[in-house]
């Protein structure tokens, strides 16, 4: 048993416009849907991660909203586009919590369902002194996301300028997300994180793949460790038919590649606070650029520098700047 979040637990906000209700949009903010995992991080800061069968001391703990879909909903958000959320939560404090704070970053959270007597996922995150971070993850109410639900918002989808896939949701509703919004002319985004072991051959029918290292290595069976490896393995996933690939390099920056050309965005200099969620807030700022303009290499700096500011706060949505400081990011970096 399921039900819409907005539209049976509580009223949306005045200030979030429903696409399915015809409501007008500036005609500079783009339309972005993003489809994918909602969790709640339960972050614990210590000065070393532990080995196996190690128990360490940690200093901090925190309950953070993310998820990557409701992450990358947030990054797009903040650099003022229109976001609609698709995905599931459960019937549960995590959940409702979520959610009001989704709605306060400013996306739409009206196409979120509600699996009752399922949890919501969780992630469980480390984060060492140095800011790198180990992840487990509890998908919960995540992978009852299904093709049924992306029928019944179709419609959300149909009026998308851009959608965002990712896959903590299933892969057969992934696809047809992918598909759906292929029938609507709509672009599509995949970011295919966490990376399956056996991954669908359509996803690479997605306008744009936007992975980190690792996700390009383990899709492309090649090594993708520093700018010149990273363009032999994006290379490897375009003969695979992805019509653009984008490889996130963490301290390298970031490589676009397309059949005719390859372009290397430098890394932007900044402190590096806590990595969570970095990767999310570069395909929802790379989401938004792009439903701009449609140039990938624009799209691929300002991704990049939202990016890198982000690794100067703690936390993944806490963390993601708003458009003003991307903005003036790349202003000083002119």
């Known amino acids: 048993m399921s039900h819409y979040f ?12 429903d696409l399915s209700s015809g409501a007008s949009t500036p005609p500079d903010m783009p339309r972005i849907v993003v489809v994918g995992g909602i969790n709640m991080d339960l972050v614990v800061r210590t000065q ?14 925190s309950t953070i909203p993310g998820g990557r879909g409701a992450n990358q909903a947030v990054a797009a958000a903040r650099c ?5 959320l698709i995905g599931r939560i459960g019937s549960d404090d995590f959940g409702n919590r979520l959610v009001l704070g989704l709605r306060a970053c400013g996306v739409n959270t009206s196409p979120i369902l509600v699996s009752e007597a399922v949890s919501t996922g969780a992630s469980i995150i480390i984060v060492d002194e140095n800011g790198d971070n180990a992840v487990c993850n509890t998908p919960g109410a995540n992978v009852l996301l299904s093709t049924e639900d992306i029928d019944d918002l179709a419609e959300i989808i149909s009026q998308a300028d851009v959608v965002l896939i990712q896959l903590e949701i299933p892969q057969e509703t992934a696809v047809y997300a992918l598909q759906v919004a292929q029938r609507h002319n709509v672009p599509v ?58 490889v996130t390099l963490g301290r390298r920056g970031a490589l676009a590649l397309t059949p005719e050309q390859m372009h290397h965005t430098p890394p932007f200099s900044t402190k590096v ?12 700022a790379f989401a ?20 890198a500011l982000a690794c100067g706060k703690f936390g993944a949505q ?4 708003r458009l003003c400081a991307i903005q003036k990011l790349l202003q000083r970096s002119c």
């Not at 949306?12 to 416009?17: F, I, P, R």
């Not at 806490?318 to 700047?321: R, T």
């Open 80 to 84: 003022d586009a229109e976001v609609n």
């Open 288 to 307: 938004a650029a792009y439903a701009r303009d449609k140039d990938i290499y624009h799209a691929t700096r300002f991704a990049a520098a939202a990016g």
């Open 189 to 246: 985004i995949l970011n295919p994180a966490p990376a399956p072991e056996d991954i669908s051959p359509v996803f690479f029918e997605a306008d744009i793949i936007v992975a980190n290292q690792d996700e390009t290595s383990r899709l492309s069976g090649e090594p993708a460790h520093d700018v010149h490896a990273a363009k032999m393995a994006g290379s490897a996933l375009l003969a695979r038919g992805a019509r653009v690939v984008i």
């Open 273 to 284: 606070v806590d990595i969570t969620g970095v990767g999310d807030t570069f395909c929802g």
């Open 318 to 321: 806490p963390s993601m700047p």
């Open 48 to 61: 070393a991660m532990p080995a196996p069968g190690q128990t360490v001391t940690g200093h901090s703990f």
């Open 6 to 17: 907005g539209l049976v637990t509580m009223q949306e906000s005045d200030k979030n416009t």
